[in-house]
């Protein structure tokens, strides 16, 4: 089903940057980095969730934790920078597109609508709630006795870290956040997964049972299987967001320094 579903997007994007391309010309409307960003991502899934990583996580919490690294913190922001709405919506029909441009046009006059789902405030508090709450023992078990379940965790991390990373990163949005508030908003975010990191390493027994029997095929107690899933969220994973961040402040000081530059500038008269 994976498989099948990772197929089926990966085909209707080629679909759409296609007809966009042919429309507009190549790189033109969606310039050809992006679309080598969207493959990133789609790649990125692949090795998440039909790679050996995902055979390994059924055993391993922290290749489970791997997993869900890749799926928040590497392939949801690459899906972003892919612009997978526009080319998406160019895979359907002429007739398809103008019935969304007129049900757009009415949902633009309700502005709070409109604003809701990329309100940063929002997007931010809603991926830490998804990222905390699934981690809490009970739910966490559940996905793992449930394909079902587990399948819906793995979409609500990717759904949920798109929201988060396109107030950022999307190219079409006029309503990102400038990058200073994007570096605070990274920050916080590596705060509190470092928090949850921080609490599964240091944690006096194992939070999941399930890998009481699975973990020591391969030489770990459960509890150190877990301390080393903590310490990938508390280090690589957090690394991402304080990477991203690090970028933002030098491309925000870069053009404050251009800025000054240019007003110190004599002017005509």
Known sequence: MVVTNLSIL???????LARLWKRCGLGKAVPVRQA?????????LALALVSPIDAFSDDLAWMHMLQHMLLMGVAAPLLVLGMPFLVLL???PLSWRRCYGRVKHR????RPGRYLLWQPVLTWLLFALVLWVWHFPPLYEAALH??????????????????????????????????????????LTSL?????GVFMTLAPKAWYPFYETRAPRWNLSALEDQQVAGLIMWMPACMVYALVAALL?????????????????????
């Open 10 to 16: 990966a085909a209707a994007y080629a679909i759409g």
């Open 36 to 44: 080598v960003a969207f493959a990133a991502g789609m790649a990125s």
């Open 90 to 92: 160019w895979a359907f």
């Open 107 to 110: 949902l633009e006059r309700w």
């Open 146 to 187: 449930s394909d079902l379940f587990h399948d819906f965790q793995h979409f609500s991390f990717v759904a949920v870290a798109c929201l988060f990373w396109r107030v950022l990163l999307d190219p079409l949005s006029r309503l990102k956040l400038n990058r200073g508030m994007g570096v605070v908003y990274l920050f």
């Open 192 to 196: 509190h997964a470092t928090l949850l």
């Open 249 to 269: 402040l030098g491309l925000w000081l870069r053009d404050d320094l251009r800025q000054r530059a240019d007003s110190a500038l004599p002017k005509d008269d």
